[in-house]
């Protein structure tokens, strides 16, 4: 409940019980008053689920005077937001600068005038719920930003399945290729995040990037015929060469929703590695640029040995699928070769991983 809404709560800090009386006689009239005869009380009143919503507190007390009490205050989440004004009959510069720098936010000298003490409560206790409305106001827009963020990140994330789904169904053999090949490549990453080759690139911003960018590696295939999509036989030369350009349509294919949305957005940068570079091959022999090494993007690189081992264990129109072991084979061959040799080594150390998670996402008759 605001305080707009009820008398406000007024705590009253002294050690002496008649200027206990006299201020809450003061006050009581238009605010709620608790009081409290020592520090020790003040601060048990402060931190309690019914905080009050301003403090009087008089600076010369036993054991714990008002300036340590006012340390504490300031100290704890729970009471650091209350305003204290000091009642004190210390009228030095240096007692007030002390009282302002601990966090009060005036100082009444004794003995008080009604008049000030009532000014000075309306006023902080305005300011108080000025504050607190900001801090609230605060507060929701946040969540409400958050909220929204969620939601979006939430239709970008569902989108990107759905475009990668509608590119996999064209071969209605693949399944869930896509979730696979997705959780490959966060392995990997996840993995080789401290490698020293990879570490300036692997953050946890990028890899949740990749993870998003993955399902679109093959999104191309919607250009491609479907007599050479989904030929049970081998490709003779030319259905190959019209097989290759799955690369730089799904590329051209972001490119031109980018450049419809006008804005730059980073996982479709990534997403464009993907699609455009997977086929790439460490040693030059790849598709769609013959790129070597290095030259080919890491997002590329990751993909290649997700991509190929899921093709492997799986089946397709023109094979049947290969054991884990039979896989894991012609894997190996490809280090350095077809693969990154890291990456590679990785793929080995995680190889177990990677069957667990052919198996949760496995096809009705997954082979592997």
């Not at 919503?53 to 600076?59: E, H, N, Y």
């Not at 801090?135 to 990140?153: C, G, I, K, P, S």
């Amino acid at each position: 409940m605001s305080i707009t809404a009820r008398k406000p709560v007024i705590l009253v800090v002294d050690d002496t019980p008649e200027k206990l009386t006299l201020m809450s006689d003061l006050l009581s009239e238009q605010y709620t008053v608790k009081v409290a005869p020592n520090g020790a009380r003040a601060l048990k009143i402060a931190q309690s689920d019914k905080a009050p919503d301003l403090i009087l507190l008089d600076v010369m007390m036993p054991d714990m005077d008002g300036y340590e009490v006012c340390r504490r205050l300031k100290a704890d989440p729970v009471s650091a937001e209350i305003p204290v004004i000091f009642l004190t009959a210390k009228t030095e510069r240096e007692d007030e600068q002390m009282g302002f720098d601990l966090g009060a936010v005036d100082y009444i000298t004794k003995p008080v005038s009604p008049p000030i003490v009532l000014a000075r409560v309306q006023t902080h206790l305005t300011l108080k719920a000025s504050a607190d409305f900001l801090r609230d106001q605060n507060a929701y827009l946040e969540q409400e930003v958050q909220r929204r963020t969620d939601e979006v990140q939430a239709l970008q994330d569902v989108t990107i399945l759905i475009m990668a789904s509608l590119a996999e169904t064209r071969d209605n053999e693949t399944g869930n290729h896509i979730l696979r090949t997705q959780h490959y490549v966060k392995l990997l990453a996840e993995y080789l995040a401290p490698h020293p080759r990879f570490a300036a690139t692997l953050t946890p911003r990028y890899i949740t990037q990749l993870f998003k960018s993955a399902p679109l590696h093959d999104i191309g295939k919607v250009g491609i015929p479907d007599r050479i999509l989904l030929k049970p036989g081998k490709l003779d030369a030319d259905e190959f060469e019209i097989m290759k350009t799955h690369t730089t349509l799904g590329r051209n294919a972001i490119v031109h929703a980018e450049q419809g949305l006008g804005v730059s957005v980073p996982f479709l940068q990534t997403a464009k590695e993907i699609c455009y570079s997977h086929q790439e091959k460490w040693d030059g022999s790849g598709y769609p640029e013959g790129l070597q090494g290095d030259a080919i993007p890491l997002s590329a690189r990751l993909m290649a040995v997700a991509d190929v081992y899921d093709a492997l264990i799986s089946r397709r129109a023109y094979k049947e699928p290969k054991t884990h072991e039979e896989a894991l084979a012609i894997m190996r061959a490809g280090r350095g070769s077809h693969f990154d040799a890291d990456i590679l080594d990785a793929f080995i150390t995680l190889q177990n991983e990677f069957r667990a998670i052919a198996a949760r996402y496995a096809d009705e008759e997954h082979g592997a």
